[in-house]
């Protein structure tokens, strides 16, 4: 039996900032993981999809050369084989930037390669060895779900962990699922040759929750490729390929792309040694401040406790999770960040703050502004395409939250989310410095709508956009 102060069982983003933290305390510690080193996102998500995101917008741009009085676009072309090449070359930086650093800095007595399980509450099984530690936490990360029923389709069916690995693209494509990677990878697909069907079972798509914006993302998405929502799929194998039906539509592709979002690995933990309940989807339950399981020396940081499954917060999450490991049993609760949430679509969409779906109606105010011809800036860049919706607390006057569909809307939502996080009321954000002609200038454009929505006429000040001077 070997024993250790502190196990960690996973070399994610997670796990790896969990172990730096401890680190900067102690040594007494072990790093166990199994399977591939290197972080989700630089590994099979954030980064390799940025990458050919980035290929299929430069190539896309030759539609709009004419606007600008630039002849010849329709001449260039794609070599998809580069694309992906390149993909994979920088998706190698990143992932081995990841091991240079934290993984291959190790010596072999702390960093162990192997699936762990538990044996008891404070006991770990892996290869065969005992391992006792005072505090354990679960890094594990998650995996594409992929029904059973679809697995009999073989190099057919794609996720995002294998599609960056084809040599060429298939002609034909169906996407299924229109979250946020499924939009991303779907119109990088669309734009860099392939023939794309999006499929969604939800009648909303990118993760948006307002109607209106996710009426306009529908709007400008269904002008790359068809989108069937509303519908569950089913899947038929052929010669031919797979026929994706419907009860509206059957479509004939070459492969399909299941992106279906991702499942937590829990499986082979054995959590019940551990003496963990589990809940009817087999989740153990947490407290999200702490990271603490139940009242165990045990935390789970990251994707794999399914709360808010993105890189930012696997991060903050890893961080609690070790400060409270290093402190038990004196487990303390850190405030958690305003959510952010950011698809690389064009245009991006972005949300902040508090999700609509989730407030009172007869609470809050809404605002929305439309950037078609009415943002200079836009106009000019010949993106003049989108919406902004900005939502705030009737009583306290502070911003909630919003949506965006617009371009750049991964920079606005950032301002935003900073406002909320700092509690900023409607009237301090009409205060804000704007510049001519910017972009910004449509956030200005919808805190204003949002102000004479939130502010009744004898709370405004006769000039809301000025401060007197104390």
């Known amino acids: 039996m070997r024993k250790v102060k502190y196990a960690i069982i996973g070399a994610g983003t997670s796990g790896l900032t969990a172990m730096s933290t401890i680190r900067k305390q102690t040594e007494d510690f072990v790093l166990i993981n199994g399977g591939h080193y290197g972080t989700t996102c630089a590994r099979v998500g954030c980064m390799p999809s940025k990458a050919m995101i980035q290929s299929a917008n430069l190539f896309h741009k030759r539609y709009q050369f004419a606007e600008f009085g630039v002849q010849g676009g329709e001449a260039l072309q794609v070599d998809q084989q580069a694309v992906l090449k390149r993909v994979r070359r920088l998706?190698?930086?990143?992932?081995?930037?990841?091991?240079?650093?934290?993984?291959?800095a190790?010596?072999?007595s702390q960093l162990i390669s192997g699936y762990a399980r538990f044996t008891g509450e404070n006991r770990l099984e892996v290869n065969g060895q005992q391992i006792e530690a005072e505090c354990i936490i679960i890094a594990t990360g998650s995996e594409p779900v992929v029904p059973a029923a679809w697995q009999n389709l073989g190099d057919r069916l794609l996720t995002s962990d294998t599609i960056f690995e084809q040599d060429v693209l298939p002609k034909r494509m169906a996407v299924i699922g229109l979250g946020v990677i499924g939009l991303e990878l779907g119109q990088a697909m669309s734009r860099l040759g392939v023939d794309v069907s999006g499929f969604e079972l939800s009648d909303f798509i990118g993760g948006l929750s307002v109607p209106e914006v996710n009426q306009k993302a529908i709007e400008l998405f269904s002008q790359e490729f068809p989108l069937y929502l509303g519908e569950a799929s089913s899947l038929e194998g052929g010669a031919n390929g797979v026929k994706v039906v419907t009860s509206k539509t059957e479509v004939e592709v070459d492969a399909v792309l299941a992106s279906l979002g991702r499942r937590p690995n829990l499986d082979s933990l054995n959590l019940e040694a551990a003496g963990i309940e589990l809940d009817g989807r087999g989740m153990p339950s947490f407290n999200r401040h702490t990271m603490q399981v139940e009242d165990k020396p045990i935390f789970i940081a990251g994707d794999v406790n399914g709360y808010r499954p993105i890189l930012h917060e696997a991060g903050y999450e890893g961080k609690i999770a070790a400060l409270n490991a290093l402190a038990f049993p004196e487990v303390e609760a850190y405030e958690r960040k305003t959510p952010l949430g950011i698809a690389f679509t064009d245009p991006e969409m972005a949300s902040f703050g508090v999700s609509f779906k989730s407030l009172n109606p007869d609470r809050i105010e809404m605002a929305t502004f439309d950037l078609e011809r009415n943002n200079g800036r836009a106009i000019?860049?010949?993106e003049d395409h989108g919406l902004i919706c900005l939502y705030a607390d009737k009583i306290n006057k502070c911003l909630l939250?919003?949506?965006?569909?617009?371009?750049?809307?991964e920079h606005f939502a950032h301002l935003l989310s900073w406002a909320v996080e700092q509690r900023m009321t409607v009237l301090e954000l009409m205060r804000m410095?704007?510049?001519h002609p910017v972009l910004e200038e449509a956030i200005q454009s919808a805190v204003q709508k949002l102000y004479y929505a939130v502010y009744d006429e004898d709370e405004r000040p006769m000039a809301p956009e000025l401060t007197l001077m104390q």
Request: aromatic letters at 10%.
């Open 401 to 409: 939250g919003g949506e965006l569909i617009m371009p750049h809307a």
């Open 380 to 382: 000019v860049m010949h």
């Open 91 to 104: 998706r190698d930086r990143f992932t081995g930037g990841v091991k240079a650093g934290t993984t291959d």
């Open 106 to 108: 190790l010596p072999e």
């Open 433 to 435: 410095p704007f510049y």
